[in-house]
């Protein structure tokens, strides 16, 4: 069993709508948890992080830690065809800040 | 752009062959780590090294082998290739322990390895 657990996608949402995005994870150890978002042939970069549980709020992007229920969620509201990417869930850092991640959901929004 | 440099960015070969991947981390970083992304398996941690040091090994095949030099750029070395190594390995840099966000990496735009 993968450590950070991931629905791959694709999910198509017509621009304006609200994304949801869900993580599951195993190991409780860790106190940060991560959003990476990877364009096209990019590499990843981070787009936000919560320590602990509760809620992030960023603009349109609203990060949730549930560490009762192992869960990590993303929202995106007023979704943009900008916002097309793959989300991909972090946990960690390890003491060398070694991070586990998802396999990464790709987002498609459509005009 | 990440400051994180990363070469080649495309690379073609032959099933049993030897690649050398290449990265410059960000100025100042002194641990790099390797991943593997493939549409399979997601992004898997292979390999980290710390000022010269390997510090954590992940999901790294014995025909792969890292090393980080005095320099602190690093380079990834694949041999003996399959078809099942094609895919994109991605260098990330960061600053353990201070600056930033927590557990912030900064990624290279990867190195896309294409086995024939």
């Known amino acids: 069993q993968k450590e950070v657990e991931q629905d791959p996608g694709p999910l198509s949402v017509p621009e304006g709508a609200i994304v949801s995005l869900n993580c599951t994870y195993s190991?409780?150890?860790?106190?940060?948890f991560m959003w990476y978002r990877q364009y096209s042939r990019k590499g990843p970069e981070l787009l936000m992080y919560?320590?602990?549980?509760g809620n992030k709020e960023d603009g349109r992007f609203t990060a949730q830690v549930d560490k009762s229920s192992k869960y990590i969620s993303l929202f995106i509201r007023d979704s943009q065809p900008s916002d097309s990417a793959t989300y991909l869930c972090?946990?960690?850092?390890?003491?060398?800040?070694?991070?586990?991640f998802g396999a990464g959901t790709q987002v498609v929004v459509t005009p | 752009d990440s400051g994180v440099t990363q070469t080649p960015k495309h690379l073609i070969t032959a099933t049993g062959q030897r690649v050398t991947l290449r990265c410059s981390p960000r100025?100042?970083?002194?641990?790099v780590y390797w991943y593997q992304q493939s549409l399979d398996q997601g992004l898997q941690f292979l390999i980290q090294?710390?000022?010269?040091?390997?510090?954590a090994k992940g999901n790294i095949l014995e025909r792969f082998s890292a090393q980080q030099f005095p320099d602190l750029h690093s380079e990834l070395n694949l041999s003996s290739l399959e078809l099942g190594d094609s895919a994109l390995y991605f260098c990330?840099?960061?600053?353990?322990?201070?600056?930033?966000?927590?557990?912030?990496?900064?990624f290279g735009e990867g190195s896309r390895l294409t086995v024939l």
């Open positions: 190991n409780s150890a860790f106190q940060y």
């Open positions: 972090a946990q960690g850092p390890d003491s060398w800040g070694k991070l586990q």
């Open positions: 090294y710390y000022n010269g040091e390997e510090r």
């Open positions: 990330a840099s960061s600053v353990v322990g201070s600056g930033g966000a927590p557990g912030e990496l900064f």
């Open positions: 919560t320590y602990s549980s």
């Open positions: 100025s100042g970083d002194l641990s």
